[in-house]
């Protein structure tokens, strides 16, 4: 894939580059390790000022990078500021909390002694250079999600994002060199997929994580398995949207419009499958088709637009083979399932709800990346736990109930790293991130992310030094 900006509402090519060739490649490797062997030694209070700084700048920043993602990705502008937003919010709370989140933790006095120790303790220390191999739906957040706690853990940081992004992972680069961070801590790599394996193999990149596609996760997995190096892996999902009859059915059926087309319907966190008990089956399909037929398909550097085009015109392809393969097999379409009229130009689709789904489409099994919603019914609560679990993916999971009963059930049962009880799911860096099943395995964000690149180290004094 060349590395360019395509407008994929127009799909007039921006921009090009050349990806970095192999001197390229080895100068950003040695700057990385050798700035690694210096950052790991400074302490949290410097780390938080350098963070606080990259903060200050983007938030200056966000209009012309909100703008540069939109020419890119095709995101409305809205959503475009708002992800600039929350990465503000993400450095400043890693900065605030870091210290106390790798805090050194002591091991039980009777429970040392027990060891044969005098005291005995847990540090954490930073593991060194990581790869980051980033998508481009959330071009900014997916990256300062993974940086923020990488830095402030005291590693560094080799970004390789999706070709088609290319002046957004730039910006990043110039971000965290501008705010002050030495040379070499946090650099952009402009390459193709292809040399992913020759960086992860460096004997100088200590650990990798990918967002992105299965396939992408499971090759990158595998060459890390061979190296023996730490992988997290945040891939697809397919999360459910169960409504049970208690709930109160509009707020569910509005708020699960914006949980399905967030983004485009470019979201792992979208909510695309719906799971809906029988009593309430016909109110929430019609109130939640009558508000995605109502959305606004259009340019998204228009302020009222909810939905612009999907990335990419092969992301469009595969959308439209799903739908087509579901239509073809049966199923039914309440709305949309095609190009809209007034937007010839660009990669646009229609916010679809299809019902009368089977398991012998595609769509059952596979992850729609585009505004198109599968509605199921169901008869009682072990129904629609089963429903929510047969998917291959495991991200994350929406349950819309009064009945704490069906809560602790839900909570129980629920094959995802995530359970929102009367909501959608939405990031926050307090509380960790990701999947189980097909959707990965590691955790972003929180306490929980921050150790993941982190050598967990125990620290034993001997009895004789009581
Ligand atoms: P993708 O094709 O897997 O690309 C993601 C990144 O991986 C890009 O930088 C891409 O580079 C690179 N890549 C692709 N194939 C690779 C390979 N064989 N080896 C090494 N690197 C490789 O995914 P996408 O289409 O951009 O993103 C959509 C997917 O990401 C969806 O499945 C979505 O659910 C998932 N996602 C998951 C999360 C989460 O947190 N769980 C968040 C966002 C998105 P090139 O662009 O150069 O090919």
């Known amino acids: 894939m060349p590395i360019a900006s395509v407008n ?23 700057a ?8 790991r030694v400074t302490g949290f209070g410097e780390r938080a000022r350098l963070l606080k700084r990259a903060a200050g700048l983007l938030e200056e920043d966000q209009d012309d990078i909100a703008r540069t993602m939109t020419s890119e990705m095709g995101k409305p502008i809205t959503a475009a500021r708002a992800e600039a937003a929350k990465c503000v919010k993400a450095m400043r709370w890693y900065a605030a909390h870091a ?9 039980p006095d009777e429970e040392a002694a027990d060891s044969g120790a005098s005291r005995a303790f847990v540090r954490y220390r930073p ?7 980033m998508p481009w739906n959330f071009p900014l957040w997916q990256v300062v999600r993974f940086a923020a706690p990488a830095l402030m853990a005291g590693n560094t940081g080799l970004l390789k994002h999706a070709s088609n992004v290319p002046q957004t992972a730039l910006y990043l680069g110039d971000l965290f060199h501008r ?3 030495p040379e070499g801590c946090f650099q952009t790599l402009l390459i193709g997929s292809a040399e992913v394996e020759g960086v992860l193999r460096d004997v100088r990149v200590a650990a990798a ?18 190296e023996v190096k730490k992988t997290v892996l945040e891939l697809g999902g397919s999360d459910p949207y169960v409504v049970m009859p208690s709930a109160d059915v509009d707020r569910a059926a509005r708020v699960a419009v914006t949980a399905r087309v967030q983004n485009n319907g470019q979201s792992c966190i979208a909510a695309k499958r719906f799971i809906v008990h029988e009593d309430v089956y016909d109110t929430f399909t019609e109130r939640f088709t009558a508000r995605m037929e109502g959305l606004t398909v259009g340019d998204p550097l228009e302020e009222s637009t909810d939905i612009g085009p999907l990335a990419s015109e092969q992301g469009r392809a595969d959308l439209e083979a799903l739908v087509e393969d579901a239509l073809r097999l049966g199923a039914g379409a309440l709305c949309g399932a095609g190009r809209p009229e007034a937007c010839p130009r660009g990669w646009y ?15 059952h099994r596979e992850e729609t990346f585009g505004p198109v919603a599968t509605v199921y019914r169901v008869a009682d609560l072990d129904e629609a736990v089963r429903a929510a679990n047969d998917s291959p993916f495991g991200l994350s999971s929406n349950v819309w109930t009064r009945d704490e009963g069906e809560v602790a059930r839900f909570v129980r049962d629920l094959e995802a790293g995530g359970v929102f ?22 955790r972003e964000l929180s306490g929980h992310g921050i150790k993941e690149f982190c050598n967990t180290t125990t620290v034993w004094r001997g009895g004789a030094e009581r």
């Not at 390790?33 to 950052?39: G, R, T, V």
């Not at 210290?99 to 091991?107: G, I, K, N, S, T």
């Not at 593991?127 to 191999?133: D, K, S």
């Not at 009367?422 to 509380?431: F, L, Y």
């Open 127 to 133: 593991l060194g250079v990581v790869l980051a191999v």
């Open 209 to 226: 994580t990918l967002t992105g596609s299965e396939p992408a996760g499971r090759s990158v997995a595998s060459i890390a398995g061979d």
């Open 32 to 39: 990385a390790h050798e700035a690694f062997l210096e950052y």
């Open 421 to 442: 009880v009367n909501g959608m799911t939405a990031s926050h860096p307090a509380m960790p991130f990701g999947g189980v099943k097909r959707s990965g395995y590691g």
């Open 349 to 363: 689709y229609l916010p679809t709800v299809l019902t009368g789904i089977t398991p012998r489409m595609r769509i």
């Open 179 to 181: 705010a002050g961070f």
């Open 99 to 107: 210290e106390r989140l790798l805090a050194d933790e002591a091991v």
């Open 8 to 30: 994929p509402a127009t799909g007039e090519t921006l921009k090009t580059f050349e990806a970095l060739g192999p001197e390229g490649i080895e100068k950003r490797l040695a």
